[in-house]
């Protein structure tokens, strides 16, 4: 009996003792299959800035797997467009890895990584990688590595290239060397203070795949918590799917959203996330023809404490430029869609880069 009595109390403070663990936010190797806290979630935030910035595609690459390709990755290129953002007063970044390129040459992938996270780092940006991408806006859905097609004038995003391609989303047998790529970049960089967080996967279920993209979602959770970074982990909302914002906001350990609305729309977002009562985050924004600018959404962004990352920094092969789903000989329209910058650091408009630097140089003043 006494042995029995024994056992219990040392279950019973084996118990208490995990949920003091987990209630102060301290997760250790075994429990890393847990979403943080919500305490560990502010208390992260709070030891932050409020960060406004941009979604990052170099203007020579005409997808993610140019951008980090072999054949075609250009250190110096992107050293002057990060430069540019510094410039214009911006902290943060946001961009899309290509597990194609890893694949390839895992050391070359991860020795490029480091050497982009070098330079934002110079340029004083946080870096917030994605690790995959569902979407497709041309006739491409799985990527391949090389020399990639020229742009298709008038198609925009003619040759993005998903990541890892749709064809291993809805093949499990491909899941293995999945996994050795999400532990091999989020191992690498596991401590690294300048990762700001990892976004996980980049608009799942979107280019067509729907619901197929449900099994390698949970799959990339469970494997990334296995890692058990100090960065927070999340995936971004970016439509009305239940079923989809059930699997996001359970593996989520701030809430991240796209929003390409007008400022009433965009206020209700933000709302309807906070419920959530963990730190919010924009991680694409920025439409003129829906009323999505930085004249009309910035301060909303900046009055709510949200930070932000519009679509995207200089005009290059993308043609980004051009809204979405526009095609050759359609009307091309007087207003971008997205872009700060021409190809020659001409700003589209100089009063967005004002703005931009004036509600930075604010959030400093009001920490």
Excluded at 73 to 96: H, P, Q, Y
Excluded at 293 to 315: D, I, K
Aim: contains cysteine.
């Amino acid at each position: 009996m006494k042995n029995s009595i024994t056992t219990r109390m040392k279950k019973q403070f084996c118990i208490l003792l995990l949920l003091i663990t987990i209630s102060s936010g301290k997760l250790s190797a075994q429990d890393s299959t847990l979403r943080w806290t919500t305490q560990r979630a502010w208390d992260w935030y709070k030891k932050n800035p409020w960060y406004c910035g941009f979604n990052y595609i170099p203007a020579y690459a005409i997808n993610y797997t140019a951008m980090w390709d072999k054949t075609s990755f250009d250190a110096t290129a992107i050293d002057k467009e990060l430069a540019l953002a510094a410039r214009s007063g911006m902290n943060v970044l946001r961009a899309v890895l290509q597990y194609a390129v890893y694949e390839d040459d895992p050391k070359y992938f991860l020795k490029t990584l480091e050497t982009f996270t070098v330079l934002c780092d110079k340029h004083h940006i946080k870096f917030v990688p994605s690790l995959f991408d569902d979407c497709a806006f041309g006739i491409t859905h799985d990527p391949k590595t090389g020399k990639q097609p020229d742009p298709l004038p008038g198609w925009y995003a003619w040759a993005w290239s998903p990541s890892p391609g749709h064809s291993m989303v809805v093949d499990s047998t491909t899941y293995p060397r999945l996994e050795k790529y999400v532990k091999a970049v989020i191992g690498r960089f596991k401590n690294d203070n300048r990762i700001l967080f990892w976004d996980l996967y980049n608009e799942p279920t979107n280019g067509g795949l729907g619901s197929a993209t449900f099994p390698l979602l949970r799959k990339v959770v469970a494997w990334a918590r296995s890692i058990d970074p100090v960065q927070p982990l999340t995936i971004d909302v970016f439509d009305r799917n239940p079923r989809l914002n059930e699997i996001i906001f359970a593996a989520s350990d701030i809430i991240t959203f796209h929003n390409y609305e007008n400022k009433d729309a965009l206020l209700k977002q933000i709302r309807e996330l906070k419920k959530h009562n963990r730190p919010v985050m924009c991680t694409e924004w920025m439409n003129r023809p829906w009323a999505s600018t930085v004249g009309n959404n910035l301060p909303v962004f900046y009055e709510e404490g949200v930070g932000c990352m519009l679509w995207g920094l200089v005009n290059g092969k993308t043609q980004t430029d051009l809204p979405w789903g526009h095609r050759p000989g359609d009307p091309v329209s007087a207003i971008w869609q997205h872009d700060l910058y021409r190809g020659d650091f001409t700003a589209y408009d100089t009063a967005e880069i004002a703005s931009v630097k004036r509600y930075i140089t604010l959030s400093k003043e009001r920490r």
